[in-house]
């Protein structure tokens, strides 16, 4: 296996690249990598449109997305209802005369104030009244909508409305309370839906000439049967304390009935063992469910950080590596596209981790 030094995907491997690209930036995630990295994989590997990529932990969909504009069939699944709901709204084929006439409609609603208000401590702090007002008034008429992808369009863009006219940010892995001048919710989701029909119509003929499906779904539990994929790729949780789902606690607070899902670096919750541990427990799941889903000679390409602790760091590419070659992989190569220094009390330097993309092969 060859370990080669490849800073030219330093941006590639995070989401930051994706905020100027159409449906990709629907929805800012900031876990995700970006379309650029699928593209150039599906360019190395001649992954062609016969072919299916599979992602167990597609995040927002930017793996389905770029195979779907490539005319290449995907599947996706995650733990996370937020993330398939944001998937499956970026990955539909829009009955685009439906579409432009109800947002049509959607930009000459009239507001009318609504008569109650939710009651949570957190929305409270995270918009102003007006704010929460407009949200509510926003989604009441689009509850009203009959057909429902054109219905999860339209919420996905006040999702995302919503959000920019909040006074959160997100540091890290918490969500704070900044409070500043925001922009009104009414103007922001305005733009927003004629932004995301503009991305739509845009769209070329392989967009429409592929499917990506999307599930809920565990990377430990895959519910596929075996020898179905043809390329994985994929970016699972990273080693580390962080419980990434809290970021988005106001999102599902505010927007969805479902509660939110945990998902900390390691994949389960066995809080018991030494984080490490369960992380590669869990992962060692992952890539014995990989290799019996996959075909012969199936690529598996992967978005992976290490391990920063007090005491250690630990390089989960290799190590990972190393587990997927006892599994029966064949680790080919590790491009390693960024380093930093794992420190402790901030500032004393306890080594370097490193994002990485390990190249697996069936």
Not at 49 to 77: A, E
Not at 201 to 217: F, P
Not at 277 to 288: C, G, P, Q, S, T
């Amino acid at each position: 296996m060859r370990i080669i030094e490849a800073p030219e995907f330093k941006k590639l491997v995070t989401f930051i690249p994706n905020k100027k690209e159409p449906i990709h930036n629907w929805f800012y995630y900031k876990e995700g990598f970006s379309k650029l990295l699928v593209d150039y994989f599906i360019d190395a590997f001649n992954i062609k449109k016969d072919n299916i990529v599979f992602d167990p932990f597609c995040g927002v969909g930017t793996t389905l997305v770029t195979c779907k504009q490539r005319g290449i069939n995907s599947v996706g699944i995650d733990v996370s209802p937020l993330a398939c709901f944001v998937s499956n709204v970026k990955t539909r084929n829009y009955d685009i005369k439906l579409l432009e006439n109800t947002v049509k409609e959607a930009l000459k609603w009239k507001f009318e104030k609504p008569k109650e208000l939710p009651k949570n401590k957190w929305i409270e702090k995270a918009f102003s009244k007006y704010a929460i007002e407009d949200i509510v008034f926003y989604k009441t008429k689009i509850n009203e909508i009959e057909d429902n992808d054109i219905k999860n369009f339209l919420y996905l863009a006040l999702i995302d409305s919503a959000m920019k006219c909040s006074y959160v940010y997100k540091d890290g892995a918490i969500a704070k309370i900044f409070k500043r001048p925001v922009p009104p919710v009414g103007k922001i989701f305005k733009y927003k839906i004629r932004k995301m029909l503009k991305d739509i119509k845009m769209q070329k003929e392989d967009w429409y000439k592929s499917k990506a499906e999307v599930y809920l779904g565990d990377a430990r539990n895959i519910e596929f049967s075996d020898c179905s994929f043809d390329f994985v790729i994929i970016s699972p949780p990273y080693l580390n304390k962080i419980e990434y789902t809290s970021i988005y606690k106001t999102e599902f607070s505010l927007f969805f009935d479902f509660p939110e899902t945990k998902l900390r670096s390691y994949i389960g919750e066995k809080t018991d063992k030494d984080i490490a541990e369960a992380y590669f427990e869990d992962m060692n799941k992952v890539l014995n469910e990989l290799y019996r889903v996959c075909k012969e000679n199936a690529y598996l390409i992967i978005v992976i950080g290490g391990g920063c602790f007090p005491d250690k760091v630990v390089l989960v590419d290799e190590i990972l590596a190393e587990n997927a070659k006892q599994i029966g992989f064949k680790p080919e190569k590790i491009f390693i596209a960024r380093k930093s220094w794992c420190t402790r009390a901030r500032t004393i330097k306890v080594g370097q981790i490193r994002e990485s993309i390990l190249i697996l092969k069936k």
